[in-house]
Each structure stands twice: as C-alpha cells, then as structure tokens.
C-alpha cells in the first residue's frame, strides 16, 4: 500500500456536477432577484412610449374640445382632474370607445365608426391617468394643432352702463358679462357666431320661448358641440342668458367685443420660427425684421402692438394682394406659419418706437442682411441671435400620430412633420434584458463550462484498466 491517496473519478465527476448545479441555482436566483425591477423598468419604458404616441393622439383628436393641456373648453369637461386619475381605467376607455350619450362626446372605437384601435384608446386612459399636461400642452402647440378658441373677453364698460340704465336693463348687463365669459369662445363677438357654433343675435334665435333657450343651454345639443351646462351654470345664470338672447336687439353692437387670440409658443416652436424666417423672409424684412424698400417693419412697437397674431396669420397665409409680400398658405404647414407668428411676436418686448429699414439692391438673395450676402453659412450665428439651418418645407407630408381625428367633436389632422415629433419605437425583447443580469448569467455559465472542460481533461487522464483475454 503506497501513501498517495487516489480519489475517485466518480467522486470528481459528483463534486464538479454539485458546483455547477450550486452556480447555475446561484444564477438564476441573482436573475429572479433582480427580475422585479427589471419588470418595474420595463413598464415604465413601455409607458413613456404609449404616453409619448398619446400625446399626439390627444394632439390630434382631443385637444379642439378639451383645450391645450386637458382643462376643457367651456363646457367641455376638463381632463386633468384628480377625479379622473383615480378612475377605473375600464370605464373611461368604455367612454372614449362608445361616447357619452346626449352629449357632444362620440364614439371613437374603430369598432363603432371612429378613427382609433383599442389599443390606442388605452393609451389616451394611460395619458389621462399618468400624463404631463405641461408636456401635452407643448405637443399640442409644436403640432400646430392648438385650438384657437378663445376663453373669455371683457364686455365694453361704456356700453355696459348704457344697457343697465335700459328698462330690465341690470339683469341684461349681468347677461352680457356672463356671455363674454362662457359663450363667446364659440357664439362670438356680439353673438354673431364663428365657425364652431350658430350666431345667438338672431330674430329667428329671439322666436324661441325661453322654455325652449333654456332647455337648449341646460341639456345641450346632441351631435354638435353645444354641451350641457346644466352643471356649469346656476339657474340665474341660466336665465340672465336666455334674457340676453331673447332681448338682445336692444343690445348696441359692439358690446361683446372679440377677445384676443395669441398664438401660443414653445422654445421648440419659437426655434422653428425663427428657422423659417432667417431663411424665407428677412431678404424682405430684413435680418432682424427692421425693413427694406421692399417690405414694411416688423419689429416696431406700432405694428406689433396694432395687429394681432390672428392678423400677421392671416397676411402670411394669404398674402396681400398688390404687393410683394406672397401668400405662403400653400408652401408651408399651418404649424409653421403659426411658428414664425410666435417668433415675430417675441420681438415685441424690445420692439424700437421707430423703424430703422435697413437698404436692398439686387435679387433678394444678395439683399443686404440676408445670409447669402453676409457670408453665413448653414449653422453659422445670425444679427437675430439664431443660427442659419438648410430648410425644406413640408406641403402635405403627414407628421407622426394617427392622422385624420373625425367625429363630432370636431377633431382635425394635421401636416408637416415636426423636428420634435419623433415617435419613440418600442424596444426588442433583447434590448430589455438587464445587462447586468446577462454579465451574471454569462460568467456563471462560462465558469461552469471550464470546470466541466477541466473535469473532462482530468477524467481523460486517468490510467484506464487493462483488460486480459
């Protein structure tokens, strides 16, 4: 008997089988660790996905009656309400597939005529529920889908005294107050109407019994987007407008002017803005809109404090007949106009009492002020502050989202796509794995793979017995 003590290739084989077992069981234990919280980051991307495509869908089709960031229109109900974050999702996706019935809300489901699938009506709930109504109201402004409806006005003093000092007339004062706050946002100026709803001021409105006025504003309109009231307005209230409809032929015009409508604005929009204009308009307007003999001023105090956003607009949408100044409706997106809108009003602070016009000669591509003549070059500082980028409009392509909101609430699509209307596609499974639950995983593996290769070459070396015939 020698003193060397063998071992046997069974125990060795049992022994490297039992580690390897223990370090595969340790792995998956560090994976089923770390599993929640990989599950947890998942969701929450997958969320800021579907809260990022809802932005667009609400942009698109929800934002004309809902307002910019969710906290209604009149008396369309607001969205961001801690109410509705503590809803039962089932029941608000219920609403916004099947529609509120007796109200301006229709259906949306694919299923019942609208424009949108299941899932995407799951994602307006998960907007409702989890979203940023800053980060909506952004996305609606840069989409250049936010609703030009104005909130309220300021009834005419002057006139307001007038009317007080009529027969009845207090209650036909408080009556005009009320209106220039909740209804000329649709009913307009002097109650002549607007392209959302029907003109008040009118014999053939004036012929209803106040019964039939006062059950319109109470219950609403179905199919249009008069809403009810009933829970907006008090019964006094109720009455001083159906007084103010009914008698409004003593009402001198002018007493419910139109309110002011500013294009709202982003740093991302004001940014297109002025893209656009150092690219498109200052050969005219000069590099920091203070003129040429080709076009009048644009940063000057009168001029921005006389027109308003509506107007300039409506002058670069249309043109103006008779002079140089083209109509862009048709070259560029309505997002776009607004955008150089925004940007011309931001100069309105600083704007000089006098216009200083700078002087042209040549093509308006050598126009002093332009970039071609000062040498700059895409990406290079301009006299406005910003920097010159190659520009190509879009006419019709169509941005990012669902597309075309139908129904009757009005909702409408838009054009252009956007430099910050990027969809965020959702990941692949493999780019969800934690990578450090693979770097665990994969050393396990690679360390059971030598020792099963060393317990292989030791088994090989063992002396095999010889066996006799």
Same mark, same amino acid.
């Given at each position: ?56 869908? &609400? /942009?698109?089709? @929800?934002?004309? %009656? $809902?307002?910019?960031?969710?906290? #209604?229109?009149?008396?369309? =109900? +607001? !969205? *961001? ?97 009320? &209106? /220039?706050?909740? @209804?000329?946002? %649709? $009913?307009?100026?002097?109650?002549? #109407?607007?392209?959302?709803? =029907? +003109? !008040? *001021? ?268």
């Amino acid at each position: 008997m020698n003193g060397s003590l063998k071992i046997s290739p069974r125990i060795i084989e049992l022994s490297l089988g039992l580690l390897a077992t223990i370090l595969i069981a340790s792995g998956l234990l560090a994976y089923a660790w770390q599993e929640p919280q990989r599950i947890e980051q998942a969701q929450a991307a997958q969320l800021a996905t579907d809260l990022n495509e809802a932005k667009n869908l &609400y /942009a698109e089709n @929800c934002a004309v %009656c $809902h307002g910019l960031a969710g906290d #209604g229109i009149g008396a369309i =109900p +607001a !969205l *961001n309400s801690a109410a509705l974050v503590g809803s039962d999702p089932a029941s608000l996706a219920k609403i916004i597939a099947r529609g509120l019935y007796n109200t301006a809300m229709p259906a949306w489901a694919q299923e019942d005529g609208g424009p949108l699938s299941d899932y995407q009506i799951d994602e307006l709930v998960g907007l409702i529920r989890y979203g940023d109504w800053t980060q909506v109201q952004e996305r609606v402004i840069n989409l250049g889908l936010a609703p030009m409806v104005p909130f309220t006005t300021e009834a005419d003093p002057d006139i307001l005294a007038q009317v007080a000092q009529l027969p009845g007339g207090e209650l036909l004062a408080q009556g005009i107050s009320l &209106y /220039a706050q909740e @209804c000329v946002a %649709c $009913h307009g100026a002097d109650g002549l #109407g607007t392209s959302l709803a =029907p +003109a !008040l *001021n009118d014999p053939v409105v004036r012929e209803q019994t106040a019964e039939d006025l006062t059950r319109t504003v109470i219950y609403g309109v179905s199919g249009t987007l008069m809403a009810t009231w009933e829970n907006a307005l008090s019964q006094p209230e109720v009455e001083m407008l159906v007084n103010l409809i009914r008698n409004w032929d003593q009402v001198p015009s002018g007493a419910i002017p139109a309110p002011v409508r500013p294009i709202p604005v982003t740093t991302e929009s004001l940014a297109l803005g002025e893209q656009i204009f150092s690219t498109t308009c200052i050969g005219c307007h000069g590099a920091q809109g203070e003129g040429t003999q080709r076009a009048p001023s644009l940063n000057v105090k009168g001029f921005l404090t006389d027109t308003s956003d509506a107007a300039i607009e409506q002058i670069v949408t249309l043109g103006v007949t008779g002079t140089s100044m083209p109509a862009w409706g048709d070259r560029i997106s309505t997002a776009e106009i607004q955008a150089v809108v925004g940007f011309i009003r931001s100069w309105e602070p600083d704007a000089p009492e006098v216009a200083q016009p700078s002087r042209v000669t040549g093509p308006w591509w050598k126009a002093a002020g332009s970039p071609v003549a000062a040498g700059v070059t895409s990406g290079q500082a301009l006299p406005s502050g910003g920097t010159t980028t190659t520009y190509t409009p879009n006419t019709g392509a169509q941005a990012d989202g669902t597309g075309q909101g139908t129904g009757t609430a009005g909702g409408g699509g838009h054009t252009g796509t956007q430099p910050w209307a990027v969809s965020n596609e959702p990941q692949s499974w493999w780019e969800s794995i934690d990578p450090r639950s693979l770097a665990v995983i994969g050393g396990l593996a690679l360390g059971s793979l030598i020792l099963i290769l060393w317990a292989a070459i030791k088994l090989y070396r063992l002396p095999h017995p010889i066996h006799s015939i």
